[in-house]
């Protein structure tokens, strides 16, 4: 395993489309994140799943946006009708929780995505 | 609600020289601290985790610190190289009031290491 993949790693869509990403984390993490960045900032949390559960949605997340997990393996980020403020970088991470412990976030190359 | 911030924005220095990046968070109430490093485009690349219990912790020219009564933590970077140019970004990790871990992302300090 050669850590956490993203695809596609650039989409351009016209305002109105809708787009889903997909991220592959590393096999043995349980943990899963969702992160936006736009430029000069640092990424915001959206969401993340425990498994195929997902615990925790960020008022980012509006309801245009969904998220799954589904088999608690690689997991999929939907926007819907977009906008040309969702234009930015789609960050996934993995990590593995244990015992309340919170091991190291892995990050994956990210989504650039370009509303036009 | 949590705030991270990193001073400076930007940090131009000289090859060779030592240097320290800050990282200050409002609510002490944390689980860890993780430093990052990112690319111009890219993804970030994990540096250092310092659990909560632990005071820092070291990789090769890397040395982060936690101060938890005060907020703060340090990236020392030692002997610096042309190779370190890039924003290093810290984010700290809690658990809300609801059970759920919640991650924040300071601004980044963006590093020039100059030949």
């Known amino acids: 395993d050669t850590g956490v993949s993203q695809n596609p790693r650039h989409k351009i869509t016209k305002r109105g489309q809708n787009v889903t990403f997909r991220c592959d984390p590393i096999?043995?993490?349980?943990?899963l994140y969702w992160y936006r960045q736009t430029l000069g900032q640092g990424p915001e949390f959206l969401t993340y799943?425990?498994?195929?559960?997902?615990?925790?949605k960020s008022r980012l997340l509006s309801d245009r946006f969904s998220a799954e997990r589904p088999k608690g393996s690689f997991s999929t980020l939907e926007i819907q009708r977009t906008e040309q403020g969702d234009s930015a970088m789609y960050l996934c991470a993995s990590s593995l929780a244990k015992d309340s412990i919170f091991y190291e976030q892995y990050f994956g190359p990210g989504t650039r995505l370009t509303v036009t | 609600k949590q705030e991270v911030t990193q001073i400076p924005a930007a940090l131009s220095v000289p090859e060779g020289e030592n240097l320290v990046l800050n990282c200050s968070f409002t609510d002490s109430a944390i689980y860890n601290l993780q430093w990052f490093r990112q690319d111009p485009g890219k993804g970030l690349t994990s540096l250092l985790l310092i659990q909560s219990s632990q005071r820092e912790q070291t990789s090769g020219r890397l040395n982060a610190s936690l101060d938890k009564s005060s907020g703060r933590s340090t990236l020392y970077i030692a002997a610096s190289q042309p190779g370190d140019s890039a924003t290093y970004l810290c984010a700290v990790q809690r658990v809300n009031s609801g059970g759920y871990q919640k991650v924040t992302f300071g601004t980044g300090t963006k590093l020039q290491v100059i030949p």
């Open positions: 096999s043995e993490h349980n943990r």
């Open positions: 799943f425990q498994n195929e559960a997902q615990l925790e």
